[in-house]
């Protein structure tokens, strides 16, 4: 099993899931991340990660794997997006859509042997995050996800990346329950 975590190495496994029949690439970008339609610009669909951090792919193709193919033709996915800074309120509304990708995202670290921190993204906001309530609730989808199944083109991915780092397949033990941060 390979424990060396490169975004070279999240390029290639995604490009190989996804280049040919979506028309999807893997970009580091140089700052924030964001996703791209094919345009006058490119013939390809591209899901750009902040700096080249793993994590930050891992995240984004969390995103993608959920949106839908309407959605996949507009920037960003054409969701709505807060950013840090939150209120109480916002704050909220930011965890309800963030759990489905971080549940993603938490099986995708597990299939890559990569560490996973679930994310409330409020640094500078006016309320504090209940993380370890979030985490459960991120933890409850991971659950429904391995109890119902995964969705095709996360499982996909998962298979690509189980494959490439020699990692077992994905079971409810490798999820613990959040106790503590």
Avoid at 130 to 147: E, G, N, P, S
Wanted: charged content about 20%; proline content about 7%.
């Amino acid at each position: 099993m390979s424990t060396t975590h490169h975004y070279d190495q999240l390029i290639t496994i995604f490009d190989g899931c996804f280049v040919d029949d979506f028309q999807t690439r893997l970009i580091k970008g140089d700052d924030e991340p964001i996703y791209l339609p094919a345009d006058e610009t490119s013939p390809w669909n591209r899901v750009v990660f902040a700096h080249g951090y793993y994590a930050s792919g891992l995240h984004e193709i969390s995103h993608w794997c959920i949106a839908g193919e309407a959605r996949r033709k507009l920037v960003d996915f054409g969701y709505w997006y807060c950013p840090d800074g939150r209120d109480a309120q916002t704050q909220s509304q930011f965890e309800s859509v963030e759990v489905k990708p971080q549940a993603l995202e938490w099986l995708f670290c597990v299939a890559a042997g990569f560490p996973f921190n679930v994310s409330c993204d409020n640094l500078e906001g006016d309320c504090e995050p209940d993380r370890i309530a979030f985490q459960r609730k991120v933890h409850a989808q991971v659950m429904t996800y391995l109890q119902q199944g995964i969705p095709a083109r996360p499982a996909r991915f998962i298979d690509a990346l189980t494959n490439y780092y020699g990692t077992p397949p994905l079971t409810a033990a490798q999820f613990p329950w959040p106790e503590d941060l």
